[in-house]
């Protein structure tokens, strides 16, 4: 069936350096795809969106680039901070409103 | 801030049993959700809710389960005889309205069936 997936489960940066997550999907009705992040015992929380008919948006340290070519999404973090270490998931949905389909998720370490 | 408030944090539950998890939205947000997590997976989905009535599910969200918002501010999964694989961490979200994205997330409810 339809899938989002991640390329790497873990990346481990140091402080200060950006990172980049990467994230692969399949179905290419998604309108929107979102990134996500999970501290460990929290739900999932919002970071940035961006809709199919864009290519990149940021946001406060931030980045989603879009490449619909190739069906592949990255989160840009950029001067990571110990505070960013989590599990990042990308999701994709076909509309606002409907079902979120998650990825499997990369965790991120920030070491000092 | 506003926030999703899920209770209880932790239920065990022996197989067989019904249990039902317990929401809280955001007081204003018009779409309701069930997510699951089973431990080291990724988030899966289980069914939305919007004026009154289930919008969408997953093949997950059999005849097992069912959802209900009794009172204009709970938002329930009920699950009717809990299998051993049922267990996993059941997150509540709820949304503004069409046209946003930004779903928010309660913490979590960890369900262990024994």
């Known amino acids: 069936g339809e899938s989002v997936g991640l390329h790497l489960p873990t990346l481990s940066v140091q402080e200060g350096d950006n990172s980049i997550i990467n994230c692969a999907y399949s179905?290419?009705?998604?309108?929107?795809f979102i990134w996500y992040k999970q501290e460990s015992g929290k739900g999932p929380q919002f970071i940035i969106d961006?809709?199919?008919?864009?290519d990149k948006r940021q946001g406060q340290r931030v980045t989603v680039l879009l490449n619909k070519t190739v069906k592949h999404l990255s989160l840009q973090i950029a001067a990571t901070q110990p505070g960013d270490s989590a599990v990042y998931f990308c999701a994709e949905s076909s509309n606002s409103g409907y079902a979120l389909n998650f990825g499997k998720g990369t965790s991120l370490l920030v070491t000092p | 801030e506003p926030e999703v408030t899920q209770t209880p944090s932790h239920q065990v539950t022996q197989m067989g049993q019904e249990v039902i998890l317990r929401c809280v939205p955001i007081?204003?947000?018009?779409?309701f959700y069930w997510y699951r997590q089973i431990l080291g997976q990724k988030v899966e989905f289980l069914v939305s809710f919007y004026n009154n009535e289930i919008s969408e599910k997953s093949e997950i969200f059999d005849d097992q389960f069912s959802v209900e918002r009794p009172d204009g501010s709970n938002f329930t999964l009920k699950i009717r005889s809990t299998k051993l694989e049922d267990s996993a961490m059941y997150f509540c979200a709820s949304l503004l309205t069409r046209g946003v994205t930004e779903a928010f997330f309660g913490q979590g409810t960890r369900l262990t069936v024994v």
């Open positions: 179905n290419s009705a998604s309108d929107y």
């Open positions: 007081s204003n947000h018009l779409y």
């Open positions: 961006i809709r199919s008919n864009m």
